[in-house]
């Protein structure tokens, strides 16, 4: 992988700002030529960019609940060959929850695991946790939730990619 030049960064500042401009008027905001955008802009999707998505309202779209989950697993416990099976395992589960939108392995608060997933109402979030706990119990030792209300309250700050291109 190439290490990233002062365009790249301003480039990808952009693109997060609003992802869908042409390469011609990212050209122009930053005050380079197209080709030279275009150019750097293959590099960064090859390697740097996850990919191109739109940020909806969730609650306008049908979510009530957004979830932080912690997780304590037992991953930390295993080694090799057997903590990538698990993590295959658990990687498997939660990729065939629609709702979920990241998980990752980390520490902090006694935690290990942070799992974040949209809910249209607390229904379908209970019945989620229940699925969880019950299908993934040879891995998840405790958890726990913070919900956020989508529907009923205005957020202190929308979730944004943007507010990241004022760390210039």
């Not at 480039?11 to 030279?36: C, N, W, Y």
């Not at 990538?84 to 709702?99: L, N």
């Amino acid at each position: 992988m190439k290490e990233l030049k002062p365009i790249d960064y301003k480039i990808m500042f952009e693109l997060m700002k609003e992802s869908h401009r042409s390469d011609r008027q990212l050209a122009k905001a930053i005050g380079v030529s197209q080709p030279t955008i275009t150019r750097r802009r293959d590099i960064l999707e090859k390697d740097y960019i996850e990919g191109y998505t739109v940020i909806p309202k969730f609650g306008k779209m049908g979510f009530e609940v957004a979830a932080i989950t912690f997780l304590k697993s037992k991953l930390k416990y295993k080694t090799g060959d057997e903590k990538t099976k698990a993590v295959q395992k658990m990687r498997d589960w939660y990729m065939k929850q629609s709702g979920v939108i990241f998980v990752s392995e980390g520490r902090g608060m006694g935690w290990d695991v942070v799992c974040i997933s949209l809910h249209e109402n607390f229904a379908d979030f209970s019945a989620f946790i229940q699925a969880q706990d019950s299908e993934l119990s040879e891995w998840v030792i405790d958890s726990q939730t913070f919900n956020a209300d989508l529907k009923n309250t205005t957020p202190i700050k929308p979730f944004h990619f943007k507010h990241l291109s004022a760390q210039k």
